[in-house]
């Protein structure tokens, strides 16, 4: 995992390389640092060429990221994506162990309930398995479209006749009444 100077350092770099003028008051109500952190890592970050202060006032200093800042910043983002890369592919790895784990038999029509990371995730796993059949995102609170199927709500289920309903979030006890007797649930929750 990043360690937190690295994501406050990340954080100043894309703040400053966004804003026009921003003080370090700003940064700390932005970033939910305090104002003395912003002042130790933006002298750090100035004194490693990352980050150049114009200005005689500090009431109004400017800060201008520098090539070199412009570079370290590319440098974080590529170490948080390839860390989290690798958190993804373990995640993903246990959903899709869950998943192979359950006894389909005959029924391959299956329905993802509750529109959550974890369910983009199930979405993915399942549209690699050819022998299940994804024929609906269900979830009560949204009413989107995702991935191409409009989400619908418990109520609306029985028309598309799912042999499985995946959880990906909790299902309240009462729309759970509403799902037909032969349609298994089955929790994929981690």
């Not at 990221?65 to 412009?70: N, V």
């Not at 690798?86 to 299956?110: C, L, M, T, W």
């Amino acid at each position: 995992m990043a360690n937190q100077e690295e994501i406050t350092q990340y954080n100043i770099l894309q703040s400053i390389e966004n804003g026009e003028q921003i003080s370090q008051r700003q940064l700390s109500s932005q970033l939910g640092i305090n104002v003395a952190s912003i002042n130790f890592a933006l002298k750090k970050l100035t004194k490693r060429g990352f980050v150049k202060m114009l200005g005689a006032n500090p009431r109004r200093m400017r800060y201008i990221l520098t090539p070199k800042g412009i570079a370290e910043k590319t440098q974080l983002a590529y170490k948080f994506f390839d860390r989290n890369f690798h958190f993804y592919k373990a995640v993903r790895k246990d959903v899709e162990n869950k998943i192979n784990s359950i006894p389909f038999n005959n029924g391959n029509r299956v329905a993802l309930y509750g529109v959550t990371d974890l369910m983009e995730l199930a979405y993915l796993v399942v549209q690699d398995k050819e022998e299940l059949n994804l024929v609906a995102i269900v979830d009560d609170e949204t009413k989107i479209r995702i991935f191409g199927y409009h989400v619908i709500g418990t109520e609306e289920i029985n028309n598309y006749s799912p042999d499985f309903l995946m959880l990906t979030k909790e299902l309240d006890t009462d729309k759970g009444k509403q799902i037909p007797v032969s349609t298994k649930i089955v929790d994929i929750r981690l």
